[in-house]
């Protein structure tokens, strides 16, 4: 009686499972639009917008918006910049080249670039770009979780040879502890 059971409801309570695990029966997608959030090491979060996302074929199109009411305007080294106010100042450094603003579930170089931020201690005058934050980002069952990088901005200052890839590759930035930034995880949820 228990093995006709098991055989007329073992596949049941398999699929059961498997729908229950995160992520298991609906992997995250690239579509609609999706709240950005900065996580510091001590547990603050912060919202600073949000991400459209608009498949189209092989790549999905995205638009980001940035909410600017959260955000202080500095103006540094003669720019004015969009910034974050805490232990330290972290500002928003837009990719200032065109781009394709296209996204795979493999390849998010673009996203990536257009949330670029610089920091500084509050203390400090000026923007000083080789104190570049990269958000390196992967796609979870729950969301994109980008972890900070280190990156000297200065490179982005002239037009790439390419503008269909983006400049910044693994070998730009260099792996640092989160916790070294006050807001050292990106998330889009």
Known sequence: MPALFLRKTGPLIVSAILMALPGAAHPWDLNGTRAITLEGRDGTTVPIGTVSFHPQGARTAFVLHLDHDRF???FLS??????????EVLCHVPYPHRNPATVTRDDLGWLEHSLLFL????????????????????VTADGIVGTAQAVDLNQIGAPPEVDTRPPYGT?????????SRWLGTLKIR
């Open 72 to 74: 202080k305007d500095f």
């Open 78 to 87: 003669m720019r004015e910049f969009k910034c974050l106010e805490g232990p």
């Open 119 to 138: 920091y500084k201690s509050p203390a400090e005058f000026g923007a000083r770009l080789w104190n570049g934050v990269y958000y390196r980002m992967r």
């Open 171 to 179: 070998a730009d930035t260099t792996d640092i502890d989160p916790a």
